[in-house]
């Protein structure tokens, strides 16, 4: 007898149907020949037989076990009158057969295939083994009530089962081998959204009323052209001093302390612009992509870029802060100017123009600055798509394409009528 085992649903149905005295199975789920197999099993007489299940529906999303599986058990449990047990969250198998005992890690289907004869993933014990394992779940030969057991304290009614098995068929999990292309095709790229917030101050706009900046303009036009200022566009050019960053990773003197340098808001964008370009390629009609194994590196100069942008904001905000009030009377002044040149106006009396100001300027300090980065996995289909396979093909050298698409049929793909 071999001590590691390759654990199959063929290979526990094997084990079950060698049972002569006495079988426990415990696991997160059943295959259709396991099921089978223990419907044989509950047809023996005497026989001393406990199952242990995690009757929770996702337990079969993930692939330990099989929807039609679990639908067979419970039809042939409420044939028999047999009681089930359940364990919530359980992940690990065993099997108690005779004399001998078998723990196993249960294979997700829906990420890998069925386990290979040289892939062992159970150990077979004998001996005292297997009175602790019985002992353990309170199987039906030992002196252990199933409430005191370890696991599979609380009974699987039927009706619990009943209702796992109809969501199941109502919301009936993804085909395995779409999952597992999914995953093939889809580990080397995801497509990236992202947006710098907070960051560009000096094209900042602030709106008023058209009523206002338009005063001196007929009636008929003041609505149809542009009411917003750019109040800080005469600092596109100021220099203040940031953590310096090179080649997105932050440097430092040699006492340890960051190294700084004097740098305009177009300096900060440019340190964004190179990363973008290090890490980013950009599909046109469909967005960004990055590989999956640049994301680390990725994300540590984002958070080295962080650092400067928000060193510049604050250095901008405190520099227009102290002159906010000679801005807004530039502002101002040169409103009021043109509600005079507009003369008399019973709609305009009413306005305070400073405090006007004042609330825009208000408005433009509520982002803060960040860098804000969503992920998200490439669809099966569209490596199917003959406009996303022409355009990826156009953004990426054919190096970084070798092996995309490739499908692993042989090996991943679950055969046709197979279980």
């Known amino acids: 007898m071999s001590t590691f085992v390759s654990v199959t649903d063929d290979y526990l ?17 059943v295959g259709k020949a396991t099921a089978e197999a223990l419907l044989r099993a509950m047809q023996r007489d005497p026989f001393s037989l406990t199952i242990i299940l995690d009757s929770d529906e996702d337990a079969c999303r993930v692939g330990y076990g099989e929807p039609e599986a679990l639908k067979f058990l419970h039809d042939a449990a409420s044939h028999h009158q047999f009681a089930l047990r359940r364990q919530t969250g359980l992940r690990i198998g065993m099997l108690v057969r005779d004399d001998e005992s078998l723990i196993w890690a249960p294979t997700p289907r829906s990420i890998e295939a069925e386990r290979g004869a040289q892939q062992p993933n159970g150990v077979m014990l004998s001996g005292s083994s297997v009175q602790a394992l019985e002992t353990a779940v ?53 497509y990236v959204e992202f947006e710098v917030r907070g960051a560009e101050w000096t094209g900042r706009k602030i709106k008023l009323s058209s009523l ?10 003041q609505d149809i052209l542009e009411t917003q200022i750019r109040p800080f566009a005469v600092a596109n050019d100021i220099n203040f001093n940031v953590p310096l960053v090179v080649h997105g990773r932050p440097a430092y003197e040699e006492n340890g302390e960051r190294m700084m340098v004097p740098a305009t808001q177009a300096d900060v964008m440019k340190i964004w612009d190179e990363i973008k ?18 994301l680390e590196a990725f994300r540590l100069e984002i958070a080295a870029y962080e650092e400067a942008l928000r060193s510049w904001v604050g250095s901008f905000r405190s520099h227009v ?44 300090r509520v982002i803060e600055p ?26 990426l050298p054919s190096a970084e394409l070798e092996g995309w698409f490739e499908e ?3 090996v991943r793909q679950r055969a046709a009528g197979a279980t």
């Open 370 to 395: 960040k860098v804000r980065i969503v992920l998200k996995n490439i669809s099966w289909e569209s490596s199917r798509d003959a406009e996303f396979l022409d355009a990826i093909q156009r953004a």
């Open 321 to 364: 802060k102290k002159d906010e009030d000679q801005l807004i009377k530039g502002i101002v002044d040169s409103i009021a100017d043109r509600v005079k040149r507009s003369g008399p106006s019973n709609k305009l009396k009413s306005i305070d123009l400073d405090s006007e100001v004042r609330r825009g300027l208000d408005r433009l």
């Open 212 to 221: 206002l900046l338009n005063a001196d303009l007929p009636e008929s036009v």
């Open 277 to 294: 370009g290090r890490y980013l390629r950009q599909v046109k009609g469909f967005g960004w992509l990055i590989r999956r194994d640049s």
């Open 138 to 190: 309170g199987a039906d030969q030992s002196d252990v009530l199933p409430s005191n057991a370890e696991i599979g304290r609380e009974p699987l009614t039927l009706e619990e089962l009943e209702a796992t098995v109809k969501e199941l068929i109502e919301n009936p999990p993804e085909p395995f081998d779409l999952a597992r292309k999914t995953r093939v095709f889809s580990t080397r790229f995801q």
């Open 408 to 410: 692993f049929t042989a």
């Open 13 to 29: 149905a094997a084990q079950i149907d060698r049972a002569v005295r006495r079988l426990v199975y415990a696991a997160p789920g």
